[in-house]
């Protein structure tokens, strides 16, 4: 690899992480009247953070995760959101290249971060954000089709994205709602255009496993642990971030369960 790669591929991580930042201040700020134009402040002092301690990943070692002012702590989702989607943002570059492929591919994951941690924070997940993924995905279907080896035939990939939709809209059904919301569905469905059948159900079927591992060790650690007996079947554990991650890895690795 030439030397200009390697930079390229940084410069994507980089752009990445700044995009990670904005969204994790779109994440703290969307429907609760704050305006995404106002300088971003403390939660805690409400004092007007500086330029040069609002610089991605960075500032967040430099001020060893505390506020300058007060010294309260400053969440770590910050520096894991903007690592997280520069890694993403640097893996797109280093599949696709400067091409248009990359810009569809880095609104979609950055749409998918979003929700990731949205969903996370609130268990909910907003058709503000998961309709926009949707078309993002069915013009990648359009625009990198075939081309992709993670793609299969296109319309197989809307067979899966129905498939996928009424497998979660059932779980959504018939437990009213309590397993699994109709956002998870529609994000499922997303899933399903953007892998296509192999890929597709692959990634699903790694968030299943992945939240049923992470499920077992809340729980664990509640009961056994923590020796709280309340916990019951009540506990909601967002699903999306889980359906994500299986996604990622099924994207960046290929991984086919099938
Ligand atoms: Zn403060």
Redesign the pocket.
Known sequence: MYIMEYLFILFSFLFGTIVGSFLNALSFRFNTGKSMMTRS???????EIKWYDLIPGISFILLEG???????RISIQYPIVEILTGVLFAGIYSIYGITIESIILFILFALMVFIFVYDYHHKIILNQFVYPLIFLSFLKIFVIGNTSSINYFDIYSVYTAIGLFLFFGAFWFFSKGTWMGLGDAKLAFAIGLILGPINGVSAIVLGFWLGALVGLGIMFYEKVIRRNNSLGMKTEIPFAPFLLIGTWLVFFFNISLF
């Open positions: 402040s403390c939660m805690v002092c409400n004092t505390k506020c300058r002012s007060c010294e309260s």
